[in-house]
């Protein structure tokens, strides 16, 4: 497809399950990123790639939360023992290139519900 | 580290009248990006404006523009002849060009109606 694509759109879970979130960034751009945002909440940075390392992940508030991008496109975020904290949407987003003029263009996100 | 502020959580502005929203940021950079970005109800955050520091000249957009006031550190965006389709939450964010971060620090937001 031409945008970001994110599934699922929406995941419902129990405390303590473990969790994946996709994300296909637009085709070419090497630059992804991860956001959490809570209701009524900015997006909060998690993760950033530049092709298959993590270039930046500082944002990853403990080590339940884990992400990959293996082969430099798509990417999942991955959540161990989630807690009902870790409800919000989960925003992807992707740049041509990380150092470039700015613009990330991002996916509808994946609502995340831990009951 | 560089923060964002948005201290309008809530504006309203009548269809095709002017509204500004403000935005302050603190950083100790000198070179920068800084965006406005548009949250619709569907969910997707659509880039409206950016401005890059180093230019002094105030970017445009169509009915969009910025008053960028470097020294003061705020970067507020008018909306010109609003129209119902510009109801969204609007999000002022920043990028640093050279600090070797390449993340995005959003602010909290602002959600604008328009009113028929």
């Known amino acids: 497809g031409a945008g970001v694509s994110q599934t699922p759109s929406n995941k419902v879970t129990e405390k303590g399950k473990y969790v994946k979130l996709r994300c296909d960034p637009i085709?070419?751009?090497?630059?992804l990123y991860w956001y959490r945002q809570s209701l009524g909440q900015g997006p909060e940075f998690l993760i950033y790639?530049?092709?298959?390392?993590?270039?930046?992940d500082s944002g990853l508030p403990n080590d339940r939360f884990f992400a990959v991008r293996p082969e430099g496109s798509v990417s999942t975020l991955k959540i161990q023992r989630t807690e009902r904290g870790d409800s919000a949407v989960y925003l992807c987003a992707s740049s041509a290139r990380l150092a470039g003029t700015g613009e990330l263009f991002f996916g509808e996100g994946s609502r995340l519900t831990v009951l | 580290a560089q923060t964002v502020t948005q201290s309008q959580p809530e504006m309203s502005v009548q269809e095709a009248e002017t509204v500004t929203l403000s935005c302050t940021y603190d950083t100790s950079e000198s070179d920068y990006y800084l965006f406005w970005y548009k949250q619709p109800p569907s969910r997707q955050m659509i880039l409206v404006i950016r401005q890059e520091a180093y230019k002094q000249q105030n970017a445009t957009e169509n009915r969009f523009s910025v008053n960028f006031q470097k020294a003061a550190k705020s970067f507020s965006l008018k909306i010109s002849d609003s129209q119902l389709g510009d109801a969204a939450m609007y999000f002022c964010a920043y990028r640093s060009r050279t600090s070797g971060t390449y993340k995005y620090i959003f602010g909290t937001g602002t959600r604008l109606k328009v009113l028929a």
């Open positions: 790639f530049q092709g298959t390392g993590a270039a930046d």
């Open positions: 085709s070419g751009h090497t630059a």
